[in-house]
């Protein structure tokens, strides 16, 4: 006699702990097998778009540290390129160097929470997050020490930064350069070569390469499907082109290549520190941190857009001016949007326990998505 069975719908979130924020998803089920997702966002929703067309260039500034708030440097940095490109400011030197150091920094932030959060996903429970919660927090030491924030940084500035940094603070970083390879490899020793974690992550949640860029993905999403694309490389801004780094591609898109690939970045970004921090230190320690700008900032009519390597992929701006102190129309390309998109392709016809890793590794912020 068959047995007879019916299809069943969900709801994950919009306050489950495993969805990293209000994320809602409507689930179809088929037993233990995903029939149908419905991604349904927008319960953070605070117009920052449209605010920011309500006030002057600097005061949106702060904007950019609530979009990612686990990544503000890195929204800081896009933003304030995008109208030095509008305005055709020059930065100085030393402050291209500490907008290098303190986004690479903040990679290290990203990829440490995403891993860590991504492995309790996977029901590592705490010990993995805890150790990476550990090396963050040496991190935002430094960010502190830089700003006196620990979250939302709001340090860069339209044609530099806010401040130099104080005088030990090169010596506190130097001392985590030099420890935190340690730590990294005890990471390392914990995960590589977990027969659990392989299982779980190897050939699920696999995006292809076609998938990928169909999608328009970018950052640590896009290089795990094999697809070599890293705007450090390709369309490089700030000083990225004075130093060496290696972009980091993955082979098959599954789970296993996107922690593979963002465990291989954070060293990466180490490396791209202890350069740009000893080009800073041959420069004179008198240097300019802020090229001279007016006080209200009024860019000539026209529009542009720049964009970043963040943690998460290309964050972009793009702004229209209209002659104004206000920006005309003000529209951010969040990689977290963007990189959800392909979510439901890939989870349908797997396990409800292999969503909640695909989902995890995708490594979103949902300030970001909703804006």
């Known amino acids: 006699m068959p047995l007879k069975t019916e299809l069943v719908t969900v709801n994950m979130g919009p306050h489950h702990p495993s969805t990293h924020g209000v994320f809602r998803m409507r689930v179809t089920l088929d037993g233990e097998v995903v029939r149908e997702m419905e991604p349904m966002f927008g319960y953070l929703h605070r117009g920052i778009e449209k605010l920011a067309e309500g006030r002057n260039y600097t005061q949106n500034t702060p904007?950019?540290?609530?979009?990612?708030?686990?990544?503000?440097?890195?929204?800081?940095?896009?933003?304030?390129?995008?109208?030095?490109?509008?305005?055709?400011?020059?930065?100085?030197?030393r402050a291209e160097y500490l907008r290098v150091i303190m986004c690479e920094l903040q990679r290290m932030v990203n990829h440490l929470i995403a891993v860590g959060f991504f492995?309790?996903?996977?029901?590592?429970?705490?010990?993995?997050?805890?150790?990476?919660?550990?090396?963050?927090?040496?991190?935002?030491?430094?960010f502190e020490m830089a700003c006196g924030q620990r979250l939302l940084y709001n340090y860069?500035?339209?044609?530099?930064?806010?401040?130099?940094?104080?005088?030990?603070?090169?010596?506190?970083?130097?001392?985590?350069?030099d420890d935190f390879p340690g730590y990294f490899q005890e990471f390392e020793d914990l995960?590589?070569?977990?027969?659990?974690?392989?299982?779980?992550?190897?050939?699920?949640?696999?995006?292809?390469?076609?998938?990928?860029?169909?999608?328009?993905?970018?950052?640590?999403?896009?290089?795990?499907?094999?697809?070599?694309?890293?705007?450090?490389?390709?369309?490089?801004?700030?000083?990225?082109?004075?130093?060496n780094f290696d972009v980091i591609v993955g082979q098959n898109g599954d789970n296993y290549d996107r922690y593979r690939v963002r465990m291989a970045e954070v060293m990466q970004s180490h490396r791209i520190v202890r350069q740009a921090l000893a080009k800073m230190k041959d420069l004179s320690p008198i240097s300019?941190?802020?090229?001279?700008?007016?006080?209200?900032?009024?860019?000539?009519?026209?529009?542009?857009y720049a964009a970043i390597e963040a943690p998460k992929g290309e964050m972009g701006f793009y702004l229209v001016s209209d002659g104004s102190a206000k920006p005309y129309r003000w529209h951010v390309r969040a990689p977290d949007f963007i990189n959800l998109g392909v979510l439901r392709d890939i989870v349908v016809g797997s396990k409800i326990a292999d969503l909640i890793v695909t989902f995890g590794s995708i490594d979103i912020c949902l300030a970001s998505v909703d804006r």
């Open 191 to 243: 995960l590589k070569g977990n027969e659990i974690l392989q299982a779980r992550t190897m050939g699920t949640g696999v995006i292809s390469a076609r998938q990928a860029i169909n999608a328009s993905m970018s950052g640590p999403c896009l290089r795990a499907s094999g697809v070599d694309w890293d705007l450090r490389r390709d369309n490089s801004y700030s000083f990225y082109d004075r130093l």
């Open 63 to 93: 904007f950019t540290d609530r979009l990612d708030y686990v990544s503000s440097m890195a929204g800081n940095f896009g933003y304030c390129l995008s109208v030095e490109k509008l305005m055709g400011i020059e930065v100085p030197e």
């Open 119 to 142: 492995l309790n996903d996977l029901g590592a429970m705490m010990t993995p997050l805890l150790l990476m919660w550990r090396e963050r927090e040496k991190l935002v030491d430094l």
């Open 156 to 177: 860069m500035r339209i044609g530099g930064v806010s401040q130099d940094v104080p005088s030990e603070f090169v010596p506190a970083l130097e001392k985590f350069l």
């Open 288 to 304: 300019s941190i802020r090229a001279r700008t007016p006080k209200v900032l009024r860019p000539p009519k026209g529009e542009v």
